[in-house]
C-alpha cells in the first residue's frame, strides 16, 4: 500500500520517542498470529449485504494499545487521532480511513468478556513464552494487591458496586478487589491470576495460585499458617512463609537469630519478583483504578494485562525490532 504524506513524515524523523519504542517492543513479542487464530472463530463474520465488520487484526491491536495505555474506549479512539506512534500500531492511514469508534472497541471487549477469551489469551501468551524456555514450573511466589474501586454513590443505582468490598491496610482503608497473582520463581512471569472482593484474605486463596507442579512456594507474612489449612494439606509443596515483623524483631542477637534473620533476607530476595508485574500494570500500565463494575468484567482484564505485564518482562530475553507499522 502507498504511504501517505504524514506516514513519510513519521518515518523520517531521526528520534524514537519512548511511545515508539514501546510499542515496537510489544509487536514484536507478542504473538499475534496465536492470537488471531484464538480470537478468529468468535469474531464477526460477513453475512449478506451491509457494512462488513473491521479486520480483526486492526481490532486487537487497538485494544492492546488500550489496555498497555490505560485508556477508556473514547480515550483509545482520541489516542488514534492524536499519535502517529499509535496509528501505525493499530494500522490506521487517516487519510484513506477513520479510526474505529469506541461503540465497536465496546462491542470487541464484550465479546472477548462473554467468551472468556482474554483468559485464553493469557494462556496462550504463556504458552508462547513457555516455548521460548521462559517458565519453569519447580517454585511459585505468590502475592496480591489491592485495586481501589470507584467509592461514589453518582450513579444510576445510586450505589458502591456491591461486588467490591473494604479492606484495612495498616491504618487505612481501602474499597475496591484484589488481584492475587502466583509468579514463577525462576523468571518472575505469572501463571496465575485469581480476582476478588478486597475483604478477601490473601491466604485463602493460596491453593488457587499453584499450578500443581511446584516442589516449593514463597509468600509474604500474609501468608502465615498456609500449610496448615485443609485446601493444602497433603499437597508436596514446602512453604517459605516471613516472619512477622513483631516475630522478626524479637530475634534474639546470638547466632541463630543473625542466621535467621539471613534467611529472612534470603527469602525476600526471591520474593521481590512477584512485585514486578505488579509495577508493570499499576506504573506503566497506568491500572490503579477499576474501570468497570462487578469483578467478572474486571478479573477479565486483570488476565489482558498480566498477559502483557508478561511479555513487558520477558521482552528483554527476545530481539526487539523497532517497527513502526502494523503488520
Known amino acids: 500500500m502507498q504511504k501517505s504524506f504524514a506516514d513519510l513524515e513519521y518515518a523520517a524523523k531521526k528520534k524514537l520517542t519512548r511511545r515508539d519504542r514501546f510499542l515496537a517492543e510489544i509487536d514484536s513479542v507478542t504473538p499475534w498470529g496465536k492470537l488471531h487464530k484464538l480470537v478468529e472463530p468468535f469474531y464477526p463474520k460477513v453475512e449478506g449485504a451491509g457494512r462488513p465488520p473491521i479486520g480483526l487484526a486492526r481490532m486487537l491491536r487497538m485494544y492492546v494499545a488500550q489496555q498497555c495505555f490505560g485508556l477508556s474506549d473514547e480515550g483509545i479512539e482520541d489516542a488514534i487521532y492524536d499519535s502517529q506512534a499509535i496509528r501505525a500500531f493499530v494500522g490506521i492511514d487517516l487519510g484513506r480511513e477513520s479510526a474505529p469508534d469506541a461503540t465497536t472497541l465496546l462491542k470487541f ?15 496462550a501468551i504463556n504458552g508462547h513464552l513457555a516455548e521460548k524456555g521462559l517458565m519453569m514450573r519447580e517454585g511459585t511466589i505468590v502475592d496480591a494487591t489491592l485495586i481501589a474501586a470507584p467509592p461514589s454513590t453518582k450513579n444510576k443505582d445510586g450505589k458502591r458496586d456491591p461486588e467490591m468490598h473494604q479492606s484495612k491496610k495498616g491504618n487505612d482503608w481501602h474499597f ?18 485469581v480476582g476478588t472482593a478486597g475483604n478477601v484474605s490473601d491466604v485463602t486463596q493460596a491453593h488457587a495460585l499453584l499450578h500443581g507442579d511446584e516442589t516449593a512456594a514463597l509468600g509474604d507474612a500474609g501468608y502465615q499458617g498456609v500449610e ?16 512477622k515483623r513483631s516475630k522478626r524483631k524479637a530475634l534474639p542477637g546470638n547466632k541463630l537469630g543473625r542466621m535467621l534473620e539471613k534467611l529472612e533476607h534470603l527469602k525476600a530476595s526471591v520474593r521481590a519478583k512477584v512485585e514486578h508485574p505488579f509495577h508493570v500494570i499499576k506504573n506503566l500500565f497506568r491500572h490503579r483504578k477499576t474501570r468497570y463494575r462487578g469483578l467478572a468484567k474486571n478479573t477479565a482484564q486483570l488476565f489482558t494485562l498480566f498477559a502483557f505485564a508478561n511479555l513487558v518482562l520477558a521482552g528483554r530475553r527476545f530481539t526487539v525490532t523497532e517497527t513502526r507499522r502494523a503488520s
Open 109 to 123: 471487549r464484550h465479546l472477548l468478556e462473554s467468551k472468556e477469551l482474554t483468559r485464553k489469551i493469557f494462556d
Open 176 to 193: 475496591g478487589m484484589k488481584a492475587h497473582i502466583g509468579v514463577d520463581a525462576a523468571f518472575g512471569l505469572v501463571h496465575t491470576v
Open 228 to 243: 496448615k489449612r485443609p485446601e493444602n494439606i497433603g499437597k508436596a509443596v514446602t512453604w517459605h512463609v516471613a516472619l
